[in-house]
């Protein structure tokens, strides 16, 4: 090579990198870069008070700061260096309307983050506002998003932290990803909603938690006065009430001024709604309920709209659905009933847990392997009484429960003893005074709770069937185990009498085996758009209001350690 | 002196802290891996007399094939109750624990009694 050729060469190494570092510098005064060495430094902090509900909480979403601007070289995504983009005041609004999606505006600080906005642009034109304060609102508005869109993944209150019984199947998203999108495509809406349940009763609730919130905002509706039983014939100022209440709920749509066949009606409609028998008169249960405001209601769909954060994102389909305030089982298949009936759960001091499971195996004439609880607390003392109880009712002694079982003499056994621990199992026989009844639908859950049959099925004539140990006991348990044998030459009901005829144990497997929801909707929308309400049983709504009203933003140091500040022009 | 007898006594409770974890551990190990076995030997069980009932020629064959069926469902949904007991935290583990070692004992008992009714 030539002396000349080699000069060129440098030459123009040296050109490129004189254009390359021109570039550079240019490129570090645009308004964008400065935003973004003002990002990098607040990301860089470790010490950051930020809003959230624990330290946890906070500690993680702040990760998943750290990680969206890591990803986009601290790119700012709110802000263009000259000032607020418009997808903030899309943020903005969408926490605003953040009370649809079952979450509380309030704890996003809406109002905060407007001023913020307000601030940087008031800045007057020609003037770029100050790089720190763009990063400033660029990092609390992807923190906002994060915490937000935490919520509507998983609910804002762990279910635990209310019922350490209460499982929930966490739901996974790549949340950096989701705001990227919602920033590439200008939309945080639709972001947001794309975390949301998909099921189309959430949508359903949604629409009715907007309607109840008009109502409330328009002062709701007014209490009726105590008194007598209203029943049809009446005409009264209470009455005049009555039609007016069940005129904004829309179970009258006409107002006619007497208690007359259509009210009567109404009365019923309302009360078939809220659980109550519908008896179309108004007694004084009927009064309760009609007299809940309708900011109590509203607070009620926000509770329920919270729940539905905690389930899986796929329910399966079909799935078998238990909503223990409505004490009632359903065969869900594309998004409609297709198997209905009474279900009796566990009474408020032995509740029934909220689990998601299978249905893998049903057992016909189920043996009842008696738990040591009612074994000590409800068998024993019988035992003691009458000597002869276990064996009229076709239980066994077994030696030491948890070991091989084998059989020992129940007069071994001192059974006025119930202060120590059982040191016996109890077993009873398949047949007529098994609890269990004939049929039993497997669940391997944690909590040994399964779906069974009942020979005390005057139970489902109650209308709160509040009454196991925690156990489901179902009211068409043939039908339920042809249902989820369907397909299967052993799941018709007639082989299925049979089995139960002969008497004897018999376990047959769900080959597709059914997911299994065991759930608390107070307030639900039917497929029809029927409203629907129940009591609070457990007390969950009111232990979650409570977590909610307490579980106020607060603000935390992400990790309370001096750090010195990365300088920078 | 006042310091030093409390700090012993924070000692000893660690101590015996740290003994019960580690018997409840031990016990925990012991009964899970006994119940693998007892559910591996029923399988074994069932899978011998799948192959004794096979050779059945009488009008008993379809009868005992169907409760082999049920039998081997029944160690399935044991198996299943297994896994959702090892996975178990340590407080519901002692309540479910009964109801898998009576699975186990009602599962073995009825394949004894089949294994009885085949060879009798």
């Known amino acids: 090579m030539s002396r000349k050729a080699a000069y060129l060469i440098v030459f123009l190494v040296l050109a490129a990198f004189g254009v390359w570092w021109l570039y550079q510098a240019l490129e570090a005064r645009t308004p964008t870069s400065r935003v973004a060495r003002q990002v990098r430094i607040l990301v860089q902090r470790k010490s950051l008070p930020l ?74 034109l020609g003037t770029p506002p100050p790089a720190r304060d763009l990063a400033a609102l660029d990092v609390r508005a992807t923190y906002t998003y994060f915490r937000m869109a935490n919520h509507l993944l998983n609910g804002h209150v762990p279910p635990r932290s209310l019922d350490p019984d209460w499982r929930k199947s966490p739901r ?63 005409r009264s100022t209470r009455v005049q009430a009555l039609v007016l209440r069940l005129t904004a709920t829309r179970d009258l749509l006409t107002g006619p001024s007497s208690y007359d066949g259509v009210v009567g009606e109404a009365v019923r409609r309302f009360q078939a709604r809220h659980g109550l028998a519908p008896t179309g008169l108004v007694d004084a249960t009927t009064l309760a309920a009609l007299n809940v405001p309708a900011g109590s209601r509203l607070r009620q769909i926000q509770l329920n709209l919270e729940r539905w954060h905690w389930l899986p994102s796929d329910l399966g389909d079909p799935y078998v659905l238990v909503n223990i305030p409505d004490y009632r089982l359903d065969v869900i298949e594309n998004g409609r009933s297709v198997l209905t009936m009474a279900v009796v759960v566990g009474k408020r001091m032995s509740p029934t847990p909220m689990f998601s499971d299978r249905a893998v195996a049903v057992e016909v004439n189920p043996y009842w392997n008696i738990p040591a609880s009612i074994a000590k607390n409800e068998i024993a003392p019988k035992a003691a009484q009458d000597a002869g109880y276990l064996e009229r009712s076709h239980m066994h002694v077994l030696s030491e429960p948890g070991q091989n079982g084998t059989e020992v003499d129940a007069s071994s056994v001192a059974w006025s003893d119930t202060s120590s621990d059982v040191s016996y199992a109890l077993r009873q026989d398949p047949g007529p005074d098994n609890p269990l009844g004939r049929i039993k639908i497997a669940l391997p859950n944690e909590y040994d709770v399964y779906l069974h ?106 990790n309370p350690q001096p750090q010195q500040e990365e300088s920078g022009p | 002196m006042v310091r030093l007898r409390g700090a012993s006594v924070v000692v000893v409770l660690l101590v015996l802290a740290g003994c019960a974890s580690s018997r409840e551990k031990a016990e925990r190990t012991q009964f899970e891996k006994a119940s693998a076995r007892r559910l591996a030997a029923a399988k074994a069980g069932l899978d011998s007399l799948a192959e004794e009932i096979k050779f059945r020629t009488d009008t008993t064959r379809a009868k005992l094939a169907q409760r082999l069926d049920s039998l081997d469902v029944a160690r399935g949904v044991a198996s299943l109750k297994l896994d959702t007991l090892k996975a178990t935290e340590s407080k519901r583990w002692r309540e479910i624990k009964g109801e898998m070692a009576d699975m186990l004992s009602v599962l073995e008992a009825q394949t004894d009694s089949l294994r009885a009714q085949l060879r009798r």
């Not at chain 1, 500690?59 to 986009?72: I, K, T």
């Not at chain 1, 339920?480 to 002969?502: F, V, W």
């Open chain 1, 51 to 124: 809003p959230g509900t624990s330290r946890q909480e906070a500690a993680r979403n702040w990760s998943l700061v750290r990680e969206f601007y890591q990803r986009r070289g601290t790119k700012p995504a709110w802000t263009d260096g000259r000032g607020p983009l418009s997808v903030t005041q899309q943020l903005v609004a969408a926490i605003e309307e953040s009370g649809r999606r079952g979450l509380d505006p309030a704890d996003y600080d809406p109002a905060g983050l407007t001023d913020q906005i307000a601030k940087l642009q008031s800045v007057p």
């Open chain 1, 172 to 234: 996974a998203a790549n949340l950096a990803g989701n705001l990227e999108s919602a920033i590439r495509a200008n939309d945080v809406s639709k972001a947001f909603d794309e975390l949301a349940p998909k099921d189309p009763a959430y949508a359903r609730l949604q629409q009715t938690w907007d309607e109840y919130a008009k109502l409330t905002q328009a002062g709701g509706w007014q209490p009726i006065p105590g008194g007598a039983p209203m029943r049809p014939g009446e």
């Open chain 1, 453 to 558: 049959d009942t020979p005390a099925g005057q139970l489902f004539s109650a209308k709160s069937r509040d009454f196991s140990h925690g156990c489901i006991r179902v009211e068409k348990p043939l039908d339920l185990a042809a249902y989820l044998l369907r397909g299967s030459s052993e799941g018709t009901p007639e082989h299925l009498q049979q089995l139960i005829d002969s008497g004897e144990n018999h376990w047959i497997a769900i080959h597709n085996p059914v997911p299994v929801h065991i759930l608390y909707w107070t307030a639900w929308v039917d497929p029809d758009g029927t409203v629907q309400f129940r009591n609070d049983v457990y007390g969950h709504d009111q232990r979650l209001d409570q977590a909610l009203r307490e579980g106020r933003v607060s603000q935390f140091e992400i």
